[in-house]
């Protein structure tokens, strides 16, 4: 049984910054992409970021790039993604998902496992 767990989250001002990390038991998770997703309250859910299994590559939603990063050790868990400049409509919860490939994708339907998600609240 795959488990993936994010850590992290929490109440930041606005400007602020957070790292959220996504870790794994069950399964190596070492080759998979992982990518973030986040729901705002009274929204459906969102892709964030995602990173390729070996960590080469890189896709961003246009209203986090320049301020969110994903980053992962080459081929390892956990991957992590670093908020900064957050801002109020940041505010969601945050959630990684991991799927039986190396390539990255921004359809959460591709994704086979999700963590719990992580709360994220920014304060202005």
């Known amino acids: 049984q795959v488990q993936l767990v994010e850590s992290g989250g929490g109440l930041v001002q606005a400007g602020g910054s957070v790292r959220l990390s996504c870790a794994a038991s069950?399964?190596?998770?070492?080759?998979?992409?992982v990518g973030w997703f986040r729901q705002a309250p009274g929204k459906g859910r969102e892709f964030v970021a995602t990173?390729?299994?070996?960590?080469?590559?890189?896709q961003y939603v246009d209203s986090v790039k320049g301020r969110f990063t994903i980053s992962r050790d080459a081929g390892k868990i956990p991957v992590y993604l670093d908020m900064n400049g957050l801002k109020s409509e940041n505010t969601a919860v945050y959630y990684c998902?991991?799927?039986?490939?190396?390539?990255?994708?921004?359809?959460?339907?591709?994704?086979?496992?999700w963590g719990q998600g992580t709360q994220v609240t920014v304060s202005s």
């Open positions: 990173i390729s299994g070996y960590g080469s590559t890189t």
């Open positions: 998902a991991s799927r039986r490939s190396w390539v990255r994708s921004i359809h959460q339907e591709s994704y086979s496992y």
């Open positions: 069950g399964r190596t998770l070492s080759e998979d992409a």
